[in-house]
């Protein structure tokens, strides 16, 4: 927009002044012959007397200073005059015709004329630019401030056009940030939905999309629960059928009643983990705030992990760790590096151990919980969805560890929700390293 503005300016500008000139130029070749006439008559006749007191009764009275030249190229009254005059008045005695000088703030005319006594005279009129073009012959600290000022016109025009037109963008942004943060009910609002344009409409489809996209995952969520609610009822029946059954049992049947029960542990494990899911991503979970002191908590889990695993041939070992606290849910936060721990249990070969290590990171804002394996570790396509809720790297693999696909799901819900981050990475010397952060506020 400034640049087609001062385009025009200029073009604008060039184009008065092309139509001044020769407008000028008619004007000044009508006019001066006649000038020319009169002077030479009032020369020849009265000599420099007369034409003296015809310069000084009209001075000032036009625009325009005049200067006659005998045909030897003087002066007749001896005045100095400007080389251009001079031009002027060599170029209208060669041709005898009207000649013009041009200088940037006046012009020359020349007239070639005759007196009455056949003696020839050149008329040179200086004129300056006349007092009726202003807009293009003002000081040149004018025509900056005038440049500059309609500058900041143009620049403000642009300006509100483009806050116009960026505002619900930006607002559209915002609010896709906000959804894929995790906020469901997050809408674009206000203003942006009132106005009559493209941006409205493409504002009030994102809100149309948001609200299919919450109400598909509410959805899946109450369906999740449901189900899971479903399924401890014929459970909790399973249970005491199995206990009925080991009373009037014999040794032959100890094998499969033991198989039973297992399976029925499993399924209630899996139970449990779907309801707890499914409240981490209602948000129908409130978070306990009370002081969870972190290094206690993972030398607990830690403790209790190595316990289990030593029966399995491995073990769980605390490289690291330094006292710090946070407000939040002891459970829950149990819960998540508990899970994370187990699962690089299932998953490090026999003979060796799961290595957990507790750092401050973010010059201790935050605390880092390090937790590596020594198994095979994770394609590198799978590091990001190995926190989907049952999402099995290898079928037969976390079938054998009676994975169902739910504990890193829960660990990523409970630690996002406590306004921290899970990232997974494979270690350059094998295993999968599992980076819980969390900030200490």
């Not at 008559?41 to 007369?50: A, F, H, S, T």
């Not at 001079?86 to 005695?93: D, F, G, Y």
């Not at 025009?157 to 806050?163: A, K, L, S, Y």
């Not at 149990?334 to 187990?342: D, G, K, P, T």
């Amino acid at each position: 927009m400034a640049l087609v503005s001062l385009t025009l300016i200029l073009s604008a500008v060039w184009t008065e002044s092309r139509d001044t000139r020769k407008r000028d130029e008619a004007m000044d070749r009508a006019m001066t012959p006649l000038l020319a006439d009169n002077f030479a008559e009032v020369y020849d006749l009265e000599g420099k007397n007369g034409l003296e007191e015809l310069l000084e009764h009209g001075k000032g009275s036009f625009p325009w200073e005049p200067y006659l030249f005998s045909q030897d190229g003087n002066e007749v009254l001896n005045r100095s005059v400007s080389p251009q005059a001079v031009q002027a008045m060599k170029l209208a005695l060669a041709s005898k015709k009207t000649e013009v000088v041009h200088a940037s703030d006046a012009r020359w005319v020349g007239q070639y004329v005759e007196a009455t006594s056949h003696r020839p005279y050149v008329l040179v009129l200086e004129i300056n630019r006349r007092a009726s073009d202003p807009g293009f012959v003002a000081p040149s600290h004018v025509q900056v401030v005038r440049l500059v000022i309609a500058l900041l016109i143009v620049g403000l025009i642009c300006f509100w056009i483009t806050r116009s037109i960026t505002s619900p963008l930006f607002q559209l942004r915002s609010t896709a940030n906000e959804l894929a943060s995790g906020n469901l009910s997050a809408r674009v609002k206000g203003a942006a939905l009132l106005r009559k344009d493209e941006l409205a409409s493409l504002g009030k489809a994102f809100n149309h999309m948001a609200d299919q996209i919450e109400s598909l995952m509410s959805s899946q969520r109450r369906l999740i629960a449901d189900i899971s609610h479903e399924l401890r009822s014929p459970l909790a029946r399973l249970s005491v059928a199995l206990g009925l059954a080991r009373r009037n049992a014999d040794p032959t049947t100890d094998a499969a009643l033991n198989r039973i029960e297992r399976e029925t542990h499993r399924l209630n494990e899996l139970i449990s983990g779907l309801l707890n899911l499914a409240r981490l991503e209602s948000g129908t979970e409130k978070l306990d705030q009370e002081v969870v002191d972190l290094q206690a908590l993972v030398l607990d889990v830690v403790e209790d992990a190595n316990f289990e695993a030593s029966s399995r041939n491995r073990s769980v070992r605390v490289l690291t760790s330094y006292p710090c606290r946070r407000k939040g849910s002891s459970q829950l936060l149990c819960s998540a590096i508990e899970n994370s721990v187990r699962n690089a249990v299932n998953y490090t070969p026999e003979g060796t151990e799961v290595e957990v290590s507790l750092l401050p990171a973010d010059r201790g804002s935050s605390a880092l919980i390090h937790i590596r394996d020594h198994g095979s570790g994770v394609p590198e396509s799978a590091l990001k969805t190995i926190f989907e809720p049952f999402f099995r790297v290898d079928e037969a693999r976390d079938r054998l560890s009676g994975g169902a696909g739910l504990g890193l799901s829960i660990t990523d819900r409970v630690i996002r929700a406590h306004g921290g981050s899970v990232r997974a990475h494979n270690h350059a010397d094998g295993g999968l390293v599992l980076e819980l952060t969390l900030p200490l506020v």
